[in-house]
Nanobody, 116 residues
Framework: QVQLVESGGGLVQAGGSLRLSCAAS????????MGWYRQAPGKQRDLVAV???????TYADSVKGRFTISGDNAKNAVYLQMNSLKPEDTGTYYC??????????WGQGTPVTVSS
C-alpha cells in the first residue's frame, strides 16, 4: 500500500514563501509522475504542478514564474517551492503519485493559507 506523507503547509503573508514536501512509502516502484493539486473551499481540485520521472514539468498558468516543482525519483519524493504567494493560492494542497505498477494515489492534504 503506497502512502504519501506531505509537509510544509502553513500560514504566510502575501508575498511570502513556503516549501511543500511529499514522500511516497510502501513501494519500491519509482514514480512515473508526482505532483501537486490544490482545492480551495467550495471549489474543485485543480492541478498546480506535476513532474515526470525524467524531469518534464507542467504548471498551472496561475503559478508559472512563482512556483517551482522538483523531484527525486530515487527517493520517490517531490517538492514545491512557492514564492510570491497570493491570497488566491490559499487552499489544501494534495500530493499525487503515479506509477505503472501501483496506479495513482493521493496524499491527505496539507493546508496553505495566504493572508493579505
Amino acid at each position: 500500500q503506497v502512502q504519501l506523507v506531505e509537509s510544509g503547509g502553513g500560514l504566510v503573508q502575501a508575498g511570502g514563501s513556503l516549501r511543500l514536501s511529499c514522500a511516497a512509502s510502501g513501494t519500491s516502484y519509482r514514480f512515473s509522475t508526482m505532483g501537486w493539486y490544490r482545492q480551495a473551499p467550495g471549489k474543485q481540485r485543480d492541478l498546480v504542478a506535476v513532474i515526470t520521472s525524467v524531469g518534464i514539468t507542467t504548471y498551472a498558468d496561475s503559478v508559472k514564474g512563482r512556483f517551482t516543482i522538483s523531484g527525486d525519483n530515487a527517493k520517490n519524493a517531490v517538492y514545491l517551492q512557492m514564492n510570491s504567494l497570493k491570497p488566491e493560492d490559499t487552499g489544501t494542497y494534495y500530493c499525487t503519485y503515479r506509477s505503472p505498477a501501483n496506479g495513482g494515489y493521493w496524499g491527505q492534504g496539507t493546508p496553505v493559507t495566504v493572508s493579505s
